[in-house]
């Protein structure tokens, strides 16, 4: 096969792997969009079709059927939390100013995501088995992060922690716990009220609850 031959499949394969990419993209954003308007029980693969302006086929050549949708659209958004909070991981930061970005950074997103999912509401994250499935490895990971946070802060001699797996735990389900309050504004409807309840989530694991002698 002469040289010119070999570029010019490799070409056409680089354009058709291209082109699926950006269909297969097309679809899930299509399908995220429905599953927030109607909820993912009352969406059908043909209102995904017809919001993506794409036949069945092309539909079912990506996907068996919409749980396998679903799982996708939940996965990406998961993935996009972990980026956003690596993010803050990777800054320059001291440790306790870190945590505290990290903190507030957490809350708002996952509120975001929420919103941006629409009618799923604070259940994108709670209800779902499969959420859950897809929210072990995104949980893992944010304990992960965490624990990098302590350890850094206990080097720059910031932090004093016997045990920083247990700790980051600590933290990781303190915050999982007031998710739903704070996407619903349980919480208080106002930034200043947020923001007071952000302070007192921080300083109860600055400082804890005991009075210091």
């Given at each position: 096969m002469s040289t010119f031959a070999h570029k010019f499949i490799e070409n056409v394969h680089y354009f058709m792997s291209e082109t699926t990419s950006k269909t297969r993209q097309l679809l899930i954003d299509a399908a995220?969009?429905?599953f927030a308007r109607k909820g993912?029980?009352?969406?059908?693969?043909?209102?995904?079709?017809?919001?993506?302006q794409k036949g069945?086929?092309?539909?079912?050549t990506y996907f068996k059927n919409k749980q396998e949708i679903s799982n996708i659209v939940i996965e990406n958004e998961m993935e996009r939390l972990?980026?956003?909070l690596e993010e803050v991981e990777k800054t320059d930061l001291p440790a306790d100013d870190k945590l505290i970005t990290f903190i507030y950074t957490r809350l708002d997103a996952f509120k975001a995501t929420v919103?941006?999912?629409?009618?799923?509401r604070a259940n994108f994250f709670h209800d779902s088995w499969n959420v859950?499935?897809?929210r072990k490895g995104y949980n893992n990971q944010e304990i992960s992060l965490i624990k990098k946070i302590l350890n850094s802060g206990i080097k720059e001699g910031i932090f004093s922690i016997p045990d920083t797996e247990?700790?980051?735990?600590?933290i990781h389900y303190a915050l999982k716990g007031i998710e739903v309050p704070y996407i619903r504004g349980l919480l208080g409807d106002t930034a200043d009220a947020v923001l007071q309840h952000k302070n007192n989530v921080i300083n109860l694991i600055f400082n804890g609850i005991k009075t210091k002698k």
């Open positions: 995220r969009k429905v993912i029980a009352r969406t059908t693969m043909n209102d995904i079709a017809a919001a993506s069945r086929r092309t539909l079912y972990r980026e956003m919103a941006r999912n629409g009618s799923l859950a499935k897809a247990t700790v980051s735990l600590v």
